[in-house]
């Protein structure tokens, strides 16, 4: 499938993506993340899409997935309403910084970036950091 944004064009594979995505969405719900980290990671690697792109894309593609889990997790009596109202406003607003830093700087220097927090959240995940 052709996709245009902001004049440019690229290819995409709509079936990589809906699969990749479904995947992603339900790990993300059972362990309780974003998905952010793995969708970043199959947008530019699997779709072959830019960073300035992916950036926005992959928020607003978490944003249902986390709002869904974030609902069942307080059915079951697991959130914290607190840590919910600081973090809400932290994350609209790197939402919206974020895409404007990425258009400015290289996208290799961003790719690096996005590197260096994967490799930090796994270690932390493998409670090795």
Not at 22 to 51: D, E, K, Q, Y
Not at 93 to 98: K, P, Q, S, T
């Amino acid at each position: 499938m052709v996709v245009e944004f902001w004049g440019q064009e690229f290819n995409v594979n709509v079936i990589l993506g809906c699969i990749g995505g479904f995947v992603i969405a339900v790990l993300a719900s059972m362990f309780g993340f974003g998905g952010g980290p793995f969708m970043v990671p199959l947008m530019t690697v699997g779709l072959r899409l830019p960073m300035f792109v992916v950036v926005g894309s992959s928020l607003l593609a978490i944003f249902f997935n986390t709002v869904v889990g974030s609902a069942r997790h307080f059915q079951f009596g697991n959130f914290d309403l607190i840590f919910f109202l600081v973090m809400f406003p932290a994350a609209i607003l790197g939402g919206y910084i974020a895409p404007q830093i990425a258009k400015r700087v290289s996208p290799l220097v961003v790719k690096r970036v996005a590197v260096a927090g994967l490799l930090l959240l796994a270690l932390n995940l493998l409670g090795v950091y």
